[in-house]
């Protein structure tokens, strides 16, 4: 290919993936659901106007990384600390049940898989997209309701930030635990050392980032340093301690995340990600999805992958809540507002697909469930909400 075809790929790339991303946004779906099928259209599967390349590989791995890192910033550390323990064990719930169910449907569909076993790796790995929760379309539906302070609100937003880092801690193991030369204890170990080193690292960085902002307020020199951040613990993640780049990127955005240009640094990481890196991420997401190969079979796993996925998601959460003496009515509207799947669940596919633990025949499931969970989640609540009306008046 020549040299200056990247750039007719990265135009057709933006052009689609911002036409259909608007057309979703004006259809009420998230905008990822319009650029991945954007990536699907003009992929080799449909239309072949672009062919996935090692540059775009690289441009979306750089794009997942920023998402991650964006995530982090995103992350409220004080409404995680008021809502505690009750949150986490909501979110352990919403994790360890999604997890169990899609490996055990994986399971029943291909088959049973001993211990240890690539197979079995692929089954925990199936259940481990399941675990990531995409709170975006819950929080607007909440807002637009006026219910996102409240105390279901609160706990929603709390609880898929903790199941967020669970899963990717998760897929972190699942990754170790697949390679052949490592042994699970050296895994285990290794994971234990990235975090207490992050932990240390972190704070002494957090402690200068927040004096140079005190110093310098809003100015480039942060964002800058951020991105420098950013890439320099994804990379000491993979490079030193074997654990997936993103989540040295997510940790590095919770490092920054309370510091007072925190936000400042999120606009800067946006423009980046919404203009260029975003749009090829997850338009890389649909010219990897591979729709020759589906067939009756694999379209029947992909339904009965969104009804677990939804359905395990609803009974963890919910059944957690009403332990943790919430009422029925509100553990319900909580295991509910869980199940949207979005970002990190493509990106978890992604990090799967690279290190050959998943077939790209599967992205149609994870694509389907985004879709429906995104559509569904909001009606669902609003229906719950509803009926509250009468019991207040």
Same mark, same amino acid.
């Given at each position: 290919m020549e040299t200056y075809g990247i750039f007719k790929d990265l135009a057709i790339i933006i052009i689609f993936a911002k036409f259909f991303g608007i057309l979703a946004r004006k259809c009420k779906a998230p905008q990822v659901v319009g650029e991945i099928v954007a990536g699907l259209l003009i992929g080799p599967s449909l239309l072949g106007l672009v062919q996935q390349t090692e540059f775009l590989t690289r441009m979306a791995e750089i794009g997942v990384v920023l998402l991650m890192f964006s995530a982090g910033l995103g992350t409220d550390l004080k409404d995680l600390l008021k809502t505690g323990p009750v949150a986490f064990l909501i979110a352990c719930a919403g994790v360890f049940v999604p997890l169990a169910g899609g490996t055990l449907l994986y399971m029943a569909f291909y088959g049973p898989a #001993?211990?240890?076993?690539?197979?079995?790796y692929e089954a925990v790995f199936i259940g481990t997209i399941m675990t990531a929760t995409s709170v975006s379309i819950t929080v607007e539906s909440l807002k637009e309701m006026g219910k996102l302070k409240g105390k279901v609100g609160t706990t929603i937003m709390s609880a898929a930030i903790i199941d967020d880092v669970i899963g990717i801690i998760v897929l972190t193991f699942v990754i170790g635990f697949r390679d052949p030369s490592s042994k699970p204890g050296r895994v285990v170990i290794s994971t234990i050392l990235f975090f207490a080193?992050?932990? !240390? !690292?972190?704070?002494?960085l957090y402690r200068i980032f927040s004096k140079v902002d005190n110093r310098y307020p809003h100015t480039r020199r942060i964002p800058i340093a951020g991105l420098a951040l950013c890439f320099s613990f994804a990379y000491a993640a993979e490079r030193f301690f074997g654990i997936a780049d993103i989540t040295g990127a997510y940790v590095a955005g919770i490092v920054l995340c309370s510091i007072r240009d925190s936000k400042y640094i999120a606009e800067k990481m946006d423009i980046n990600s919404y203009m260029l890196f975003g749009p090829v991420f997850f338009a890389s997401i649909g010219l990897k999805t591979s729709i020759d190969n589906v067939n009756g079979g694999v379209l029947l796993f992909? %339904? #009965?992958? !969104? *009804?677990? #996925? %939804?359905?395990?998601?609803?009974i963890g959460c919910g059944l957690m809540s009403r332990l943790c003496r919430f009422?029925?009515?509100?553990? %319900?509207?909580?295991g509910v507002?869980?199940?949207?799947?979005g970002e990190v669940a493509l990106i978890v596919s992604q990090k799967g697909l690279s290190v050959g633990l998943v077939e790209p025949v599967y992205f149609t499931?994870?694509? *389907?469930?985004?879709?429906?969970?995104?559509i569904s989640t909001p009606i669902i609540l609003k229906l719950l909400y509803a009926k509250?009306?009468? #019991?207040?008046a």
């Open positions: #001993a211990l240890g076993t690539a197979k079995f080193a992050a932990l !240390v !690292v972190g704070y002494i992909s %339904l #009965a992958f !969104v *009804l677990v #996925a %939804l359905v395990t998601k609803i009422s029925w009515a509100d553990s %319900l509207k909580v507002g869980m199940m949207t799947r499931a994870v694509i *389907l469930l985004i879709i429906v969970s995104s509250d009306r009468p #019991a207040a």
